[in-house]
């Protein structure tokens, strides 16, 4: 097993906001109190810098579209952040006219991915209507793949969407969000191995901190859900991902690290490479900014191709 010394990491999910600048709506009532502030890439740098992560990828918060500049801006100035997901209104004509103008704006080759709070949408068949699959059609023609964010209610409409559309990589976020503080693996187990069983679908080892009890939450109550999602995508299938700062709401930036290491203890050298490195960067097409001692020339198995642009 590689040392966390020598372990170089690309974190594949994080955030940035400054309520200064926009609302996130999404941050209410006592318990989200300690998020509910500024966060930027230079509170991110330092746990980056103490946790052997070289590169990132940064991800929309909010449904507007004056943030995805703002991302891509952020990008432009980073030696930290090699990609950008963000978010473009797929049910709108002239999609792929859209995608193209983010990609001449400063930083817009930083795009690597789309995301919607489908989660959130009033519409629970958002991502299966007509509209939405023309978006997703269009988000996959111009190289860039799709981030889900769902409940696990929501996970066989992600099966449905990405077997009626095997040309887009869908990247499930955080697991689905599985209801880890209750203990329960079904029926979350059973819809994610459904969605796994799609080869044009990858995960996140992401969120998992924030499903679990924020309070007493330990790796073993993370592990069942970890394992599942191993045992169902592989390793060249899952890449990690902090959630950071949400994390923060139940652990620190390094306790996910080392809680994600914990899980992965047990995977091989290669396999914990792609896991922590290699799948981020062939799914989103990040360039090799750093290598760790031997590099990170093995992607490893098959998974979905990365962006074609």
């Not at 040309?167 to 979350?188: E, I, Y």
């Amino acid at each position: 097993m590689r040392t966390a010394a020598t372990e170089t990491i690309v974190d594949a999910h994080h955030h940035v906001w400054d309520l200064a600048v926009r609302d996130q709506e999404w941050i209410t009532g006592p318990a989200m109190a300690p998020i509910r502030r500024g966060f930027s890439l230079a509170d991110l740098a330092p746990h980056a810098r103490a946790h052997g992560v070289t590169a990132t990828v940064l991800v929309q918060t909010v449904t507007v579209p004056e943030e995805t500049p703002e991302l891509l801006a952020l990008a432009a100035g980073s030696e930290l952040v090699a990609g950008v997901v963000g978010w473009a209104d797929l049910t709108r004509p002239g999609v792929a006219d859209t995608l193209a103008a983010l990609r001449e704006l400063p930083g817009g080759r930083h795009l690597v991915g789309i995301r919607h709070q489908v989660q959130g949408d009033p519409d629970p068949e958002w991502l299966l209507r007509a509209d939405t699959r023309r978006g997703l059609a269009a988000v996959a023609d111009a190289g860039l793949v799709y981030d889900l964010v769902v409940r696990p209610d929501q996970l066989p409409l992600c099966a449905e969407a990405a077997a009626r559309l095997p040309q887009v990589t869908f990247v499930l976020d955080h697991l689905g969000k599985p209801p880890v503080a209750s203990g329960a693996l079904a029926p979350w187990a059973s819809s994610l191995r459904v969605l796994a069983s799609l080869p044009n679908t990858v995960c996140k080892l992401s969120g998992l901190v924030t499903e679990a009890d924020w309070a007493t939450w330990t790796v073993a109550d993370l592990r069942p859900y970890a394992d599942t999602a191993l045992e169902a995508f592989g390793p060249g299938r899952l890449m990690f991902g902090s959630d950071w700062p949400v994390c923060a709401l139940a652990a620190s930036y390094g306790q996910v690290v080392d809680a994600a290491r914990a899980l992965a203890g047990e995977l091989s050298p290669a396999e914990r490479t792609q896991v922590f490195a290699g799948t981020a960067r062939r799914v989103y097409g990040l360039p090799e900014r750093a290598r760790a001692p031997g590099g990170l020339s093995s992607p490893g198995p098959a998974g979905p191709p990365g962006p074609r642009a």
